[in-house]
């Protein structure tokens, strides 16, 4: 799986939602089925400010059909709706490295 690093270059905000963007649709064109976003989760304990803004371009994302679906990296296993959700559609995903692990710090995005 495809991983966009938003964190590469410790950028501000507006670079890595950037970067976010040109990633997100190089990954569609490509005709990638799912991709791994590293966000980070901040460095304050209470989640960073590219993850919060991350997760908010994701939703808008969805809402605007350009992305299929998004999980965040707590819920991408098993035990949540969500991680199965993802699995259902994509099969493989189960054989990721970061399934089950709970990382708060990716989310793991699918492409129609």
Wanted: glycine fraction near 12%; charge should be positive.
């Amino acid at each position: 799986m495809k991983q966009i690093d938003l964190e590469e270059g410790r950028p501000d905000v507006a670079t890595a939602m950037s970067r976010l963007n040109n990633r997100i649709y190089q990954a569609r064109a490509t005709g990638d089925r799912a991709c791994k976003i590293i966000h980070g989760y901040g460095s304050t304990g209470k989640g960073g400010a590219i993850k919060s803004a991350c997760l908010s371009e994701l939703r808008g994302y969805k809402r605007r059909g350009l992305i299929k679906d998004f999980c965040p990296g707590d819920k991408f296993g098993p035990f949540s709706e969500d991680g199965r959700r993802m699995v259902a559609a994509f099969p493989e995903l189960n054989r990721d490295r970061d399934w089950a692990r709970m990382n708060d710090g990716i989310t793991v995005v699918l492409f129609k």
